[in-house]
Structures are given as C-alpha cells and as structure tokens.
C-alpha cells in the first residue's frame, strides 16, 4: 500500500503549508512514517519521521525549529508543518513508512507513492 502525499503549493518565502499524508482506499496503518523531499537536480533526502508507538520524531536539521510532523489517529493521517519556507524547501515532498527510533530514520526501498510539489518563491 502506498502513502500518498497531498497539501503542496505556492507560497512566499516566510508563509506556511501543512503536507498531508494517507494510504489511499486502504484500511492499512503503519506505526512510523517519514517524510521525503527531491529538490530539482538533487537526491531524495529523508527530512522528518514520527514514530505513533513511541511518540519519537526526528528532524534533519535544515528543517528543525521551522516543520513539526504530527500524526491524527481518528484519520489515519499524517501531517508535516512548514512555517517560516524558504525558497531552498522547493521540491517534492514525498511519505513512505520507514523506521523512526532513537537511532534516526530509516530509509525506504519500495515504490514511491504520489508526492506533492511545493514551490517557495523568493
């Protein structure tokens, strides 16, 4: 089952967004995600995961202090919060289910799902 992210925009530098993340048509759930952004030109970097188990997150540190991810059990949904964009966060943003412990974040090696673009204009 794949997540698909959604939630992605045009905003100025400074403004907000808040990513979406769901298993489409499918009862199925996953006890940590992460959220995932390729930038044109660059590699896919993990940037934030959540573990709802443990209640653990982690941030890479160019997004600490400015994205919260968080998680709605009633929706089965998960959510990534951007204030404060600048323009080096343009790019896709992606989710997946990876490992998310105090070890750090995991990666994912299976077929990626719909990303949302996020464009953020200087």
């Known amino acids: 089952v794949q997540l698909q992210a959604s939630g992605g925009g045009l905003v100025q530098t400074g403004g907000s967004l808040r990513l979406s993340c769901a298993a489409s048509g499918a009862t199925m759930d996953y006890y940590a995600i992460g959220w995932f952004r390729q930038a044109p030109g660059k590699e896919r970097e993990g940037i934030s995961c959540?573990?709802?188990?443990?209640?653990?997150?982690y941030y890479l540190d160019s997004v600490k202090g400015r994205f919260t991810i968080s998680r709605d059990n009633a929706k089965k949904t998960w959510y990534l919060q951007m204030n404060s964009l600048k323009p080096e966060d343009t790019a896709i943003y992606y989710c997946?289910?990876?490992?998310?412990?105090?070890?750090?974040?995991?990666?994912?090696?299976?077929?990626w799902g719909q990303g949302t673009l996020v464009t953020v204009s200087s």
């Open positions: 997946a289910p990876v490992p998310c412990d105090v070890q750090g974040m995991g990666y994912y090696t299976g077929s």
């Open positions: 959540i573990n709802r188990a443990s209640g653990h997150t």
